[in-house]
């Protein structure tokens, strides 16, 4: 389990984050919504070790990690898959794939067989640019590449993001057979209310960096939640 505890985190002179306090547990998928620009981005990497913090408890299987570097958390089974994807334009499927290798013991450098079953359009793509990939395409791979890692913890930024219906759709499916399985705790950012509400196990709503609400999926009020994302 990540468990967060009062983490705030600065850019600058400017406070992003203001005692954060979440605890996402292993088995579940909590979503974090909110509108654009209130800190949800920056949780997600600072949680990824991308960006310090200035105080706060990040503790992940019980051991506190808010102090060493990306890398490190990675070895541990944190992965994240960013917003925009950042897939290799000029790399291959494959390539990319293999990028998932670099926090991996030897031994276990192999794409599991699992991971076309999963996302069967990138067996069929191995060989083409990431960047000839639709966008759809390449969130499957974005996703694919994160899972090479063997994540314990999978963090995705804004999946269903400019991606068409039904791939949506996909990447939902994917979502709740990694959840079904009891072995991986999933963080989703997300904007797409129907997609959220869906999926959530637990739920918290960010503004202006604080999570101002929070609770278990079952319970969450469509009207509120939906009024602390629009505009």
Same mark, same amino acid.
């Given at each position: 389990?990540?468990?967060?505890?009062?983490?705030?985190?600065?850019?600058?002179?400017?406070?992003?984050?203001?005692?954060?306090?979440?605890?996402?547990?292993?088995?579940?998928?909590?979503?974090?919504?909110?509108?654009?620009?209130?800190?949800?981005?920056?949780?997600? &990497?600072?949680? !990824?070790?991308?960006?310090?913090? &200035?105080?706060?408890?990040?503790?992940?299987?019980?051991?506190?990690?808010?102090?060493?570097?990306?890398? !490190?958390?990675?070895?541990?089974?944190?992965?994240?898959?960013?917003?925009?994807?950042?897939?290799?334009?000029?790399?291959?499927?494959?390539?990319?794939?293999?990028?998932?290798?670099?926090?991996?013991?030897?031994?276990? &450098?192999?794409?599991?067989?699992?991971?076309?079953?999963?996302?069967?359009?990138?067996?069929?793509?191995?060989?083409?640019?990431?960047?000839?990939?639709?966008?759809?395409?390449?969130?499957?791979? !974005?996703?694919?590449? !994160?899972?090479?890692?063997?994540?314990?913890?999978?963090?995705?930024?804004?999946?269903?993001?400019?991606?068409?219906?039904?791939?949506?759709?996909?990447?939902?499916?994917?979502?709740?057979?990694?959840?079904?399985?009891?072995?991986?705790?999933?963080?989703?950012?997300?904007?797409?209310?129907?997609?959220?509400?869906?999926?959530?196990?637990?739920?918290?709503?960010?503004?202006?960096?604080?999570?101002?609400?929070?609770?278990?999926?079952?319970?969450?009020?469509?009207?509120?939640?939906?009024?602390?994302?629009?505009?």
């Amino acid at each position: 389990m990540l468990q967060i505890k009062d983490l705030d985190m600065y850019y600058g002179a400017s406070q992003v984050l203001r005692h954060v306090s979440l605890d996402v547990k292993t088995g579940e998928v909590t979503c974090l919504l909110g509108r654009n620009g209130v800190g949800k981005t920056s949780l997600l &990497r600072a949680l !990824a070790g991308q960006y310090p913090i &200035r105080a706060g408890q990040v503790t992940w299987d019980g051991e506190d990690i808010a102090n060493i570097a990306s890398h !490190a958390r990675a070895r541990r089974g944190i992965a994240l898959v960013p917003q925009g994807r950042e897939i290799f334009s000029q790399l291959t499927v494959l390539e990319n794939l293999k990028t998932g290798f670099a926090v991996l013991p030897r031994a276990e &450098r192999r794409i599991p067989e699992e991971i076309f079953q999963l996302f069967p359009v990138l067996k069929q793509m191995l060989r083409r640019r990431g960047g000839d990939l639709s966008g759809g395409q390449q969130q499957q791979l !974005a996703i694919a590449r !994160a899972l090479v890692m063997r994540p314990k913890l999978l963090m995705l930024d804004e999946p269903t993001e400019g991606i068409q219906p039904s791939i949506i759709k996909d990447i939902q499916r994917v979502i709740e057979v990694l959840r079904d399985r009891g072995e991986m705790a999933i963080l989703l950012v997300e904007q797409y209310f129907d997609f959220a509400r869906d999926l959530a196990d637990s739920y918290a709503v960010m503004d202006r960096g604080e999570i101002i609400l929070s609770g278990r999926g079952d319970d969450m009020d469509e009207e509120v939640v939906r009024g602390h994302m629009t505009v």
